[in-house]
């Protein structure tokens, strides 16, 4: 009543099928690391430019409000008085910049990141 199947038979089958389906995958996987691989630049620029246009915003916000400078030089005085070690706004950014780096190099060989997206990681490296 049920199917039977000679082993031999679709172990042939399989072994004349195989050459075919890895070339149809193999175009298929290109074409996917290729639409990755553009997207991760993408993410990477876009999320750059966030973080320069967030600072730009935190600058602009502590320009015009005087008692948030008031607040953030003091509580960075008594921090640094009780031993914590504070990080400027700066070093934070390049350190999160970096870090977007480094993950964007584990999908995306470094060569493939665009050359703006390269350089403040490259210099928050060396600065870490």
Known sequence: ??????????????????????????????????????AVRSAVTATDNGIDKLKSQLDK??????????AIADFSTLAKAAGFSVPTVEAVQIHIK???????????????????????AASGTAAS
Not at 61 to 70: D, G, K, W, Y
Not at 103 to 109: F, I, Q, R
């Open 1 to 38: 009543m049920g199917l039977k199947f000679n082993t031999a038979t679709v172990a042939s089958v399989l072994g004349l099928a195989t050459p075919f389906l890895t070339s149809l995958l193999a175009g298929r996987g290109a074409a996917y690391q290729k639409i990755a691989s553009q």
């Open 61 to 70: 916000f502590e320009a015009e409000q005087p008692i948030v400078q008031t």
């Open 98 to 120: 970096s870090a977007i780096y480094e993950l964007a190099t584990a999908l995306v060989p470094a060569e493939q990141l665009t050359a703006t997206t390269a350089t403040p």
